[in-house]
């Protein structure tokens, strides 16, 4: 079983900087993918970013491309989200999730086995 904690989020102006942190309990969180999603008021779940086990890296999302960066501290057992550059846009409550997709599924949320409750995110014009 794990279990998984966001934070980091908050209210920042157009063009800050948040990091986002996910961190797991378990002692099996090396061996999962763990992705980042957010769900903006009205819409889709989108997903973010992902990072595999070894460090492989998935984008999905072309909005965040060059601006978002995710990484992973397995001593830590936490994954981070560095977000640059924000646009109001990007206000959502983003979510991590971790479990084992394979490479062509890190987008299907319903491939992953554990969520956390979310942070909210809010980008102020």
């Known amino acids: 079983q794990v279990q998984l904690v966001e934070s980091g989020g908050g209210l920042v102006q157009a063009g800050g900087s948040l990091r986002l942190s996910c961190a797991a309990s378990?002692?099996?969180?090396?061996?999962?993918?763990v992705s980042w999603f957010r769900q903006a008021p009205g819409k889709e779940r989108e997903f973010v970013k992902a990072i595999s086990q070894s460090g492989a890296v998935g984008t999905h999302t072309d909005s965040v491309k060059g601006r978002f960066t995710i990484s992973r501290d397995n001593a830590k057992n936490t994954v981070y989200l560095q977000m640059n550059s924000l646009k109001p846009e990007d206000t959502a409550v983003y979510y991590c999730?971790?479990?084992?997709?394979?490479?062509?599924?890190?987008?299907?949320?319903?491939?992953?086995?554990?969520w956390g409750q979310g942070t909210q995110v809010t980008v102020s014009s």
């Open positions: 999730a971790a479990g084992n997709p394979a490479v062509g599924s890190w987008s299907s949320g319903y491939k992953y086995d554990y």
């Open positions: 378990g002692r099996t969180f090396s061996t999962y993918t």
